[in-house]
Antibody, heavy 120, light 105 residues
Framework: EVQLVESGGGLVQPGGSLRLSCAAS????????MHWVRQAPGKGLVWVSR????????TYADSVKGRFTISRDNAKNTLYLQVNSLRAEDTALYYC?????????????WGQGTTVTVSS | SYELTQPPSVSVSPGQTASITCSGD??????VCWYQQKPGQSPVLVIY???KRPSGIPERFSASNSGNTATLTISGTQAMDEADYYC????????FGTGTKVTVL
């Protein structure tokens, strides 16, 4: 079964850090670009970051640039998002998503999300 | 930064057609995807490359993209289609639309 499972979320104080993980299974992880997308409570989807297949190219939304770092370990089939200098507005459900190789740039597999809450 | 604007809500009667618009500057020059998200669930890709349906997505879902507007159309809307829908495109970065809640009355 093709699956993405996020972990690493939690409650953190403003200015704090977390490392989110996304474990992939059921497909050849190293062949797919990967994304992080977040959703604040009751709000819409917001694209956060993407990484290419070997990790040599990354892109970030302006709102997280310089604070978040996306990376991957193809040997471990795992995607990461290091989130630093957290702010209240970073509170959200963070999804990892696979960029399809069949459906032109579409994100065809999503995890269930991991929740980050930034509060003192 | 690039923005995609959708109507907050659309209401439709069962069996009728629902249309959801997504507006952005020169959006027709970009490829648009559409995602469906039901309450408490992760998003599902329903349209890619402007008009194409992934395997398993019903034929009642169709879409177009031209000029500054992309449109998702649900023909013969069913109760199970009640969900939030998001358009998405790529500028220098990924961008999602503001989202539209489809209510089947």
């Amino acid at each position: 079964e093709v699956q993405l499972v996020e972990s690493g979320g939690g409650l953190v104080q403003p200015g704090g850090s977390l490392r989110l993980s996304c474990a992939a299974s059921g497909f050849t992880f190293s062949r797919h670009w990967m994304h992080w997308v977040r959703q604040a409570p009751g709000k819409g989807l917001v694209w956060v970051s993407r990484i290419n297949t070997d990790g040599s190219s990354t892109t970030y939304a302006d709102s997280v640039k310089g604070r978040f770092t996306i990376s991957r370990d193809n040997a471990k089939n795992t995607l990461y998002l290091q989130v630093n200098s957290l702010r209240a507005e970073d509170t959200a459900l963070y999804y990892c998503a696979r960029r399809s190789t069949s459906y032109s740039y579409g994100m065809d597999v999503w995890g269930q999300g991991t929740t980050v809450t930034v509060s003192s | 930064s690039y923005e995609l604007t959708q109507p907050p809500s659309v209401s439709v009667s069962p069996g009728q057609t629902a249309s959801i618009t997504c507006s952005g500057d020169k959006l027709g020059d970009k490829f648009v995807c559409w995602y469906q998200q039901k309450p408490g669930q992760s998003p599902v890709l329903v349209i890619y490359q402007d008009t194409k349906r992934p395997s398993g997505i019903p034929e009642r879902f169709s879409a177009s993209n031209s000029g500054n507007t992309a449109t998702l159309t649900i023909s013969g809307t069913q109760a199970m289609d009640e969900a939030d829908y998001y358009c998405q495109a790529w500028d220098n970065t990924g961008v999602f639309g503001t989202g539209t809640k489809v209510t089947v009355l």
